[in-house]
Structures are given as structure tokens and as C-alpha cells.
């Protein structure tokens, strides 16, 4: 038994205490609670938990396969530790300020990586123009309701 810096203190067998050992029979007090320890037996015993797996997915004659939890979508993801397969709507995103993506996992929260790498997003011209210039017609409306 410790005594963390209390207002009231811990009392055993009515002498202050800060740390001790507590055996059968002592009057532990706490504050205005009196406590009789019975035994000094304690058992610990976390038990544990199985999340229900879904079943194994589906594969279609074309090769690719189907989500074990949404019947109409296709596989796109996979997990780095559980090896779980998943489709674009089970996986979990996460996003930092000004940070990249994460993409995780959502039975053990690990990275998932994409089944046959990243697509690469096309970038137009108009975009990545707009990154470099400054056009003036693309602000025009924010423009116009300043003045």
C-alpha cells in the first residue's frame, strides 16, 4: 500500500503510513473509510478477447476478389500485419495537419498498403500550372466579394 501525497493520509492499525505491506487482520483507514484486509490473495486475469473474423473472401473468375464485409465492392487493400484483405470503404484514414495519409488497418490498426501498388493520380495541365502561376480568373470570386 502506498500513500501518494494524500490530505486525509493512510492509516494502518491507526499509525501513518506512506508505504507498507498490508497482511490478514490489519484495519487499513482511508480518510474517514475503514477497510478490514481479509486476505492479501490477489488474481489477475485479463481475459481475452477474439474479435469475430469475417470470412475469407470471395474470388471472382477474373482473379480479383471480393470484400469479406462489403459483398459489392472489390478487394484493394491489405494489412502489413494481420495479412487482413479489405476494400476502399473498410480502410481507416487518418490525417495529420499538414502531414501525409495514413491508411490504417481496421482490426489491428497497422498500415495497410495498396494490392498492386499505388495508382498514380494524373495531374492536369490547368493544375499543375496553377501551382507555379498565379491566375488571376481563378480568384475572381473571392476577389469580387471584397470589393
Excluded at 484495519?27 to 473509510?33: E, K, T
Excluded at 499538414?98 to 490498426?109: A, E, M, V, Y
Aim: aromatic content about 4%; charged content about 25%; some cysteine.
Amino acid at each position: 500500500m502506498r500513500d501518494c501525497a494524500s490530505t486525509n493520509g493512510t492509516y494502518v492499525n491507526g499509525e501513518r503510513v506512506r508505504v507498507t505491506e498490508l497482511s490478514v487482520g490489519q484495519i487499513l483507514r482511508l480518510g474517514d473509510v475503514e477497510l478490514l484486509v481479509e486476505t492479501t490473495d490477489a488474481v489477475i486475469a485479463i481475459p481475452k478477447y477474439e474479435a469475430p473474423r469475417p470470412a475469407p473472401p470471395v474470388v471472382r473468375s477474373d482473379g480479383s476478389m471480393i470484400c469479406p464485409r462489403h459483398p459489392k465492392a472489390q478487394v484493394t487493400h491489405q494489412c502489413t500485419r494481420c495479412r487482413e484483405v479489405m476494400c476502399d470503404a473498410c480502410v481507416h484514414r487518418l490525417r495529420r495537419r499538414g502531414g501525409k495519409l495514413f491508411k490504417l488497418c481496421p482490426i489491428c490498426s497497422h498500415h495497410v498498403v495498396p494490392i498492386g501498388g499505388e495508382k498514380k493520380q494524373k495531374r492536369s495541365f490547368l493544375g499543375l500550372w496553377t501551382k507555379t502561376v498565379k491566375l488571376p480568373f481563378l480568384h475572381s470570386s473571392k476577389s469580387k466579394r471584397a470589393e
